[in-house]
């Protein structure tokens, strides 16, 4: 392995819902309860959303993440192919990845393999609406957490991502957020959420894949110590102020 740049990959999640709680997962019985080929998936300005720009665009990076979360929530099974694709990379818990540093992972393919058959077991869902709001909310903790190298879901004010959400508009039902951190482009961070490596609940991916969803903001920008940080908020419905 010497001589091989080496990458960390850091992940958030925090599920939340009514009446107040700051962890775990709500509770199914407190919520009420299409088709395009993916293969080049593409922004409103027509550039690949797997592209990594020299000089980040934070507002079109958000927006493409956004794009790529609907992709999958469209069509999980077909997506499960952009996984299948990672799985000859892998030396053990290393992931070698072209023209970028290897990845060291907790749990190796193991949890790539585990990703890509819960897409396939997982029928098409609805697409996320974006939301000013809640891209306004996940802006805030970007500004509040990326100059301090934070890695909370709580902001330095002791606000957590409800309470962000809620200057801004007003949330229905239950809400979460995700936050990923390092140098990744839209398709990359979504993929890092969908496996979930090292995390025992997978509370990311079950973030992403949450039917209940309805609404979504996301935001990112620079971060002191993993150079990128990407916060995605999501809601059952979202009316905005």
Not at 76 to 95: C, S
Not at 115 to 131: G, H, T, V
Not at 134 to 161: C, W, Y
Request: aromatic share 4%; hydrophobic share 35%; charged share 30%.
């Amino acid at each position: 392995m010497g001589g091989r740049l080496l990458a960390l990959a850091v992940v958030l999640a925090w599920p939340y819902c009514h009446p107040e709680r700051s962890e775990g997962s709500c509770p199914a019985e407190q919520i009420p309860r299409s088709a395009r080929d993916d293969r080049e998936a593409r922004d409103d300005r027509g550039a690949r959303v797997d592209e990594v720009a020299d000089s980040p665009d934070w507002t079109r990076l958000a927006k493409n993440i956004h794009t790529e979360t609907n992709l999958v929530r469209r069509d999980p099974a077909a997506y499960a192919k952009h996984l299948e694709a990672m799985l000859p990379g892998f030396e053990g818990r290393m992931l070698e990845r072209p023209g970028r540093p290897t990845l060291r992972t907790e749990e190796g393919a193991a949890a790539v393999r585990e990703a890509i058959a819960a897409l396939r077991a997982r029928q098409p869902m609805q697409q996320l609406r974006w939301s000013k709001g809640l891209a306004g909310a996940a802006a805030d903790h970007v500004k509040d957490q990326g100059p301090i190298g934070g890695l909370e879901h709580r902001g330095t004010d002791g606000s957590n991502p409800a309470r962000r959400a809620e200057r801004r508009g007003r949330w229905v039902t239950a809400m979460a957020e995700n936050i990923a951190f390092g140098d990744n482009p839209a398709r990359q961070v979504v993929i890092q959420l969908l496996v979930d490596d090292g995390i025992p609940d997978r509370g990311h991916r079950d973030n992403i894949l949450d039917s209940r969803w309805g609404a979504e903001g996301a935001a990112c920008g620079p971060h002191r110590d993993y150079r990128q940080i990407c916060v995605m908020d999501y809601a059952v419905r979202y009316v905005e102020r």
